[in-house]
């Protein structure tokens, strides 16, 4: 089989190093793919919003299977494009994801459908939007309507703050139309964690859990990027509460979106927020998390591409498989991210991180200049490991980090501290 991954950063390395391994694959394409695909695959120069462009290339080379990355190609069709043309392709149609694509869809549906989520009012009105955050007061949460690359949102802590954000969204327009509108709600407070589930469209099969580190700094500190880190399985998940979760959140949404007409085939990712009063959702995601997939991928034992198959021709597996040990994922950003950085630092050290045990490096923003491997994103590589515990786990990855350099390189030393706090009880 021929297998194409849509998507350039570290999620989409470690989906073609997982495809690699299945048997049944002849050859992994990615598109546009980054250094590391192009060491176990080859990579194409195709756009992972060039849906039209992606197709040609997938009938053109008999591509047997597309694994979609990104939220942007689902939010731009590229699902019903491949399925127009009889392409097999493993992701949510343009309507289904719209559940990350608009905000304000996915709270009316959660609204509308019972899940737990924060109270919240929608404003195409700038002013009526500030006249609300002056009613109700801070803290508060401002959230661009579209898609902003996880920068959308805004947890203010003062009312001032939340009016800057309605002007930056909605008057100067910094993410464009996505900010026509914007969503104003409550600000939870809890534990973050990311609950996964592959679905056909009715039934479903939960991911392992895992939890993402989202601000920049140790401590949860500083501005929100695409994520810092994660390990799997995340303990704030465990037993009664992961039933919760499906019970109050993954049925009633798929139900509602079966019934709505648009059932939803692929990922769903629930952000949520577990408070006192129990799990609530901060976003549906309509993708693998990055860097979630990174420590997610590492566990699982079955072949992935019959996973995605099953999904997508609506037999969906009964269970998965995963490794009993714990991964982690730590990404090495550059100096300067999630705010501007420089690029074209040249990169050592990624042979000597893999050779510690069950080490495995995935790329995300990187380069070939001249023959040398550099820097060419926010988020450059994605160091990952495993071990029998979070403890050991973190050792490994972290002795690997220090292996790998590059000028202006930071990245979290706490990745997984909250596990090992819930471990020593
Ligand atoms: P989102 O993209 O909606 O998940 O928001 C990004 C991040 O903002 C989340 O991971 C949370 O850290 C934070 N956040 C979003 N909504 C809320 C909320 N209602 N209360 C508190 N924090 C929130
Ligand atoms: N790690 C968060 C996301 O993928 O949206």
Not at 55 to 66: K, P, S
Not at 145 to 157: C, H, N, S, T, Y
Not at 241 to 255: F, N, R
Not at 288 to 296: L, R, S, V, Y
Request: glycine share 12%.
């Amino acid at each position: 089989m021929k297998v194409l991954i849509v998507g350039s950063g570290g999620r989409e390395h470690a989906l073609a190093w997982k495809v690699a391994q299945s048997k049944k694959v002849e050859k992994v394409y990615g598109a546009p793919g980054n250094p590391g695909i192009a060491q176990i695959g080859e990579c194409v120069d195709i756009k992972p919003t060039e849906v039209e462009k992606l197709a040609d290339f997938a009938e053109r080379e008999g591509i047997d299977l597309t694994i979609v990355g990104p939220e942007a190609p689902l939010v731009a069709g590229i699902t019903d494009e491949f399925e127009k043309r009889g392409l097999k392709v493993f992701g949510p149609s343009k309507a289904a994801a719209q559940l990350e694509g608009s905000k304000a869809f996915a709270k009316e549906m959660m609204k509308k459908y019972g899940v737990p989520t924060a109270g919240f009012e929608v404003f195409d009105d700038p002013e009526k939007a500030k006249e609300y955050i002056r009613k109700v007061g801070a803290p508060i949460v401002v959230k661009a309507d579209g898609l902003a690359a996880g920068k959308g949102v805004v947890v203010a802590q003062t009312v001032d703050e939340a009016i800057e954000a309605v002007d930056r969204i909605m008057v100067e327009k910094v993410f464009g139309e996505a900010g026509n509108r914007v969503v104003v709600e409550e600000c939870l407070k809890g534990e973050e964690a990311s609950y996964l589930v592959i679905t056909d469209g009715e039934r479903f099969v939960p991911l392992a859990t895992a939890q993402d580190h989202k601000a920049v700094f140790d401590g949860d500190r500083g501005p929100n990027t695409g994520g810092m880190g994660a390990y799997s399985p995340a303990p704030v998940l465990s037993g009664e509460m992961e039933k919760e979760v499906q019970e109050k959140v993954i049925k009633p949404i798929l139900k509602g979106m079966a019934e709505e007409g648009m059932p939803f085939k692929g990922i769903l990712y629930a952000g949520l927020m577990i408070t006192e009063e129990g799990p609530k959702v901060l976003e549906f995601n309509v993708r693998f998390g990055d860097p979630e997939a990174q420590a997610i991928l590492r566990r699982l034992e079955d072949d992935l591409v019959d996973v995605a198959l099953s999904a997508v021709e609506g037999r969906l597996v009964e269970e998965l498989h995963w490794k009993p040990e714990t991964s982690i994922c730590v990404v090495l950003a550059s100096k300067g991210y999630p705010g501007k950085y420089e690029k074209g630092k040249v990169i050592t050290g990624i042979e000597e991180a893999e050779k510690v045990p069950t080490v495995a490096v995935f790329h995300a923003g990187t380069a070939v200049k001249d023959g040398k491997l550099v820097t060419n994103g926010g988020r450059v590589l994605n160091v990952t490991a495993l071990g029998k515990d979070i403890v050991e786990a973190r050792e490994r990855v972290y002795e690997a980090v220090k292996r790998i350099h590059f000028d202006g390189m930071h990245y979290r030393t706490d990745i997984g501290l909250k596990a090992v706090k819930r471990l020593k009880g």
